[in-house]
């Protein structure tokens, strides 16, 4: 279980093929120094964990962020999955966004994304009979989702909305053969292995931090209460990922494998 911190200077950032991070409302001085910093990085796209702004019934939050976001966005594509602030009038996020549905898909390569939605805890048979057929169907090597309420959790608030939608999701994506997922709503970085599914928790983007317990996971997880963010880099038959503070300081001992296929 990480604990310390194992700091390098801010300096030159290197090139990542794709970051993610999320929960980026509130504290909007954070998210402009994260997103300044993921820029660059020069990623050709970018996954996002949810939670983008505060209120989303209120014009100006979302101006902010479209003032924050907007040399991201136009030089990477920008992936985000739906979060619990964002939905009180999501038809304004999905207008923002430019998504027509509130789960989709694109392939980059070997890699294939899935945009999902968690609002319902996966009960939706709609959403499911869609993702086992597009994911059954895909023949990329690595295939990740993105939603933002996470299945495994160690912030004792919220263990149980991990235990809810644990048993919907986390059964279909091993079927499914799925690498990894990306997940919010638990503000902070969190990283776990689980019946070989790689679930990355980059929650860290401006909400209040959450006061999480390490003796809630399993011996091996890595955990940092910080504003970060999260790059990725192919590396033949690898994806190796390594975690940012939001100046830019790598947490050298944050270093993972997301995943792997000989």
């Given at each position: 279980?990480?604990?310390?911190?194992?700091?390098?200077?801010?300096?030159?950032?290197?090139?990542f093929d794709f970051v993610?991070?999320?929960?980026?409302?509130?504290?909007t001085k954070v998210h402009?120094?994260?997103?300044?910093?993921?820029?660059?990085?020069?990623?050709?796209?970018?996954?996002?964990?949810?939670?983008?702004?505060?209120?989303?019934?209120?014009?100006?939050?979302?101006?902010?962020?479209?003032?924050?976001?907007?040399?991201?966005?136009?030089?990477?594509?920008?992936?985000?999955?739906?979060?619990?602030?964002?939905?009180?009038?999501?038809?304004?996020?999905?207008?923002?966004?430019?998504?027509?549905?509130?789960?989709?898909?694109?392939?980059?390569?070997?890699?294939?994304?899935?945009?999902?939605?968690?609002?319902?805890?996966?009960?939706?048979?709609?959403?499911?009979?869609?993702?086992?057929?597009?994911?059954?169907?895909?023949?990329?090597?690595?295939?990740?989702?993105?939603?933002?309420?996470?299945?495994?959790?160690?912030?004792?608030?919220?263990?149980?909305?991990?235990?809810?939608?644990?048993?919907?999701?986390?059964?279909?994506?091993?079927?499914?053969?799925?690498?990894?997922?990306?997940?919010?709503?638990?503000?902070?970085?969190?990283?776990?292995?689980?019946?070989?599914?790689?679930?990355?928790?980059?929650?860290?983007?401006?909400?209040?931090?959450?006061?999480?317990?390490?003796?809630?996971?399993?011996?091996?997880?890595?955990?940092?209460?910080?504003?970060?963010?999260?790059?990725?880099?192919?590396?033949?038959?690898?994806?190796?990922?390594?975690?940012?503070?939001?100046?830019?300081?790598?947490?050298?001992?944050?270093?993972?494998?997301?995943?792997?296929?000989p």
């Amino acid at each position: 279980m990480a604990s310390g911190c194992s700091r390098k200077p801010p300096g030159l950032l290197p090139t990542f093929d794709f970051v993610a991070y999320g929960d980026c409302r509130h504290n909007t001085k954070v998210h402009r120094e994260i997103v300044g910093n993921i820029v660059r990085t020069a990623p050709r796209f970018v996954l996002v964990t949810g939670d983008l702004v505060d209120q989303p019934d209120q014009p100006e939050d979302w101006a902010e962020f479209r003032d924050i976001a907007k040399e991201l966005r136009s030089k990477s594509e920008y992936l985000c999955a739906v979060g619990d602030h964002d939905w009180e009038k999501s038809d304004v996020f999905f207008r923002e966004l430019k998504m027509e549905k509130p789960y989709f898909d694109r392939r980059f390569g070997d890699v294939h994304v899935f945009i999902l939605d968690s609002r319902q805890m996966f009960k939706d048979p709609e959403q499911v009979k869609w993702l086992e057929e597009t994911a059954l169907a895909s023949k990329a090597k690595h295939k990740v989702a993105v939603f933002h309420h996470p299945p495994f959790m160690i912030y004792p608030k919220r263990m149980i909305q991990a235990d809810d939608i644990r048993p919907q999701i986390h059964p279909l994506l091993i079927r499914l053969r799925f690498c990894a997922a990306f997940c919010g709503h638990q503000h902070g970085f969190y990283s776990t292995v689980r019946d070989g599914v790689r679930y990355v928790v980059t929650a860290g983007g401006g909400a209040p931090l959450a006061h999480v317990d390490p003796s809630l996971g399993l011996k091996g997880d890595l955990s940092r209460r910080f504003y970060h963010f999260c790059g990725f880099t192919f590396a033949g038959t690898k994806i190796e990922a390594r975690v940012f503070e939001k100046d830019g300081t790598e947490a050298e001992d944050l270093r993972f494998t997301l995943c792997e296929h000989p």
